[in-house]
């Protein structure tokens, strides 16, 4: 199993940028598909981004997120710019043995490692 810790979270201006970071322990980190998801208020944990060798993203996000991966450090990023409230969540990192995820890494069913999530909220 893999421990995962989320930082970078916190309160930030509509239209601004934040930057999550989740560093990951205890398996070989290159051979993770690893992946963001967020929960609202009342809402079902949604995905977010993912990447393996390529990126996917929800809908969404596209265009204003961006994953990456840093094998080096064993961590995870998201960068989130022109933030916007429907942004307000908090944001779970997960990881996953890269043999059980297909393109577009997006089932949260796959994802057998979980961090304590961060929160993210957006405000006027």
């Known amino acids: 199993q893999v421990q995962l810790v989320e930082s970078g979270g916190g309160l930030v201006q509509i239209g601004g940028s934040l930057r999550l970071s989740c560093v990951a322990s205890?398996?070989?980190?290159?051979?993770?598909?690893l992946a963001w998801f967020r929960q609202a208020p009342g809402k079902e944990r949604e995905f977010v981004a993912a990447?393996?060798?390529?990126?996917t993203y929800t809908d969404s996000v596209k265009g204003r997120f961006t994953i990456s991966r840093d094998n080096a450090q064993k961590t995870v990023f998201l960068q989130m710019n022109s933030l916007n409230s429907d942004d307000t969540a908090v944001y779970y990192c997960?990881?996953?043995?890269?043999?059980?995820?297909?393109?577009?890494?997006?089932?949260?069913?796959?994802?057998?490692?979980w961090g304590q999530g961060t929160q993210v909220t957006v405000s006027s």
């Open positions: 997960a990881a996953a043995d890269m043999r059980k995820t297909s393109h577009p890494y997006s089932n949260r069913n796959d994802y057998d490692s």
């Open positions: 205890g398996q070989t980190f290159e051979a993770l598909t």
């Open positions: 990447v393996k060798w390529l990126a």
